[in-house]
């Protein structure tokens, strides 16, 4: 494959979910033929046909250029006295033909998204991401610097694809005493906002360690008030063995 082809290469999907966003509690588009584009790996961005898009866009000049995806049109997003500056692209001379009737909205420009009638944060949902959440009665013990910080024999196992094996453990089975509430919160559309905790383990405080779900999203309720550290950064043990470390982008 040549080199031209090889930058031209993008992940394109028609989607069949309703989708909404709006603007100042304006409607900005609604779409029932929405486009998956995979501009990262993790997860797809929504381009919008722009017969659906509902708002005025003001033509604001260049945008960015994308090796896949051509060179873009940047446009202010305005409805109803409500504007979001540089918040459209188009991409009109696409070498990727799909593209070239589409808007793609920037998604913190927006108020709030909608995938038919349940709002989304942070970002879309991949199709292809699953979240499995297991009742378990292996035991668990978690280890931080050497120093037993968690121990169950009822944790929640939560699979996530892409993701390493995730152990969930009440409160109950965790030294709660050697955990220091932190400021942290992180966002995810399948499960919800996390809070956090650091942990202080032989004089020495470990930041951001373990969180937790106090008010999970449907499909991941089951860890609601759980406590799970980072496999990446803590040793765990399951049924006394060891687990390798794993490799994530965390």
């Not at 992940?11 to 709006?22: D, L, M, N, P, W």
């Not at 108020?111 to 699953?130: G, I, K, M, S």
């Not at 121990?151 to 109950?172: D, H, I, N």
């Given at each position: 494959?040549s080199a031209a082809k090889e930058r031209t290469?993008?992940?394109?999907e028609q989607g069949g979910k309703r989708i909404?966003?709006?603007?100042?509690?304006?409607?900005?588009?609604?779409?029932?033929?929405?486009?998956?584009?995979?501009?990262?790996?993790?997860?797809?961005?929504?381009?919008?046909?722009?017969?659906?898009?509902?708002?005025?866009?003001?033509?604001?000049?260049?945008?960015?250029?994308?090796?896949?995806?051509?060179?873009?049109?940047?446009?202010?997003?305005?409805?109803?006295?409500?504007?979001?500056?540089?918040?459209?692209?188009?991409?009109?001379?696409?070498?990727?033909?799909?593209?070239?009737?589409?808007?793609?909205?920037?998604?913190?420009?927006?108020?709030?998204?909608?995938?038919?009638?349940?709002?989304?944060?942070?970002?879309?949902?991949?199709?292809?991401?699953?979240?499995?959440?297991?009742?378990?009665?292996?035991?668990?013990?978690?280890?931080?610097?050497?120093?037993?910080?968690?121990?169950?024999?009822?944790?929640?196992?939560?699979?996530?694809?892409?993701?390493?094996?995730?152990?969930?453990?009440?409160k109950t089975h965790v030294r709660m005493d050697?955990?220091?509430?932190?400021?942290?919160?992180?966002?995810?559309?399948?499960?919800?906002?996390?809070?956090?905790?650091?942990?202080?383990?032989?004089?020495?405080?470990?930041?951001?360690?373990?969180?937790?779900?106090?008010?999970?999203?449907?499909?991941?309720?089951?860890?609601?008030?759980?406590?799970?550290?980072?496999?990446?950064?803590?040793?765990?043990?399951?049924?006394?063995?060891?687990?390798?470390?794993?490799?994530?982008?965390?």
């Amino acid at each position: 494959m040549s080199a031209a082809k090889e930058r031209t290469r993008v992940r394109i999907e028609q989607g069949g979910k309703r989708i909404r966003a709006y603007l100042g509690g304006n409607l900005v588009a609604d779409t029932t033929a929405p486009v998956l584009v995979w501009e990262i790996p993790y997860y797809p961005a929504y381009y919008i046909p722009a017969a659906d898009v509902r708002a005025e866009l003001v033509e604001d000049g260049p945008g960015k250029h994308s090796p896949s995806r051509g060179d873009a049109t940047a446009y202010t997003v305005k409805v109803d006295g409500a504007e979001a500056p540089g918040s459209a692209l188009r991409y009109l001379d696409s070498p990727v033909e799909e593209l070239r009737g589409l808007v793609r909205l920037e998604w913190e420009a927006m108020d709030a998204w909608f995938e038919e009638d349940e709002e989304v944060f942070v970002h879309p949902r991949n199709p292809y991401t699953r979240v499995d959440v297991l009742a378990s009665s292996r035991r668990v013990r978690v280890e931080v610097d050497g120093v037993t910080v968690a121990e169950s024999s009822s944790p929640r196992l939560l699979f996530e694809t892409g993701l390493p094996v995730r152990y969930y453990l009440p409160k109950t089975h965790v030294r709660m005493d050697l955990l220091e509430h932190t400021d942290t919160a992180t966002h995810c559309p399948y499960k919800g906002t996390a809070e956090y905790w650091s942990v202080r383990a032989n004089g020495k405080i470990h930041e951001d360690l373990a969180w937790s779900y106090p008010t999970p999203l449907e499909e991941s309720r089951k860890v609601a008030g759980l406590v799970c550290f980072y496999s990446e950064k803590v040793d765990i043990f399951v049924d006394g063995v060891l687990q390798e470390r794993p490799k994530s982008r965390f």
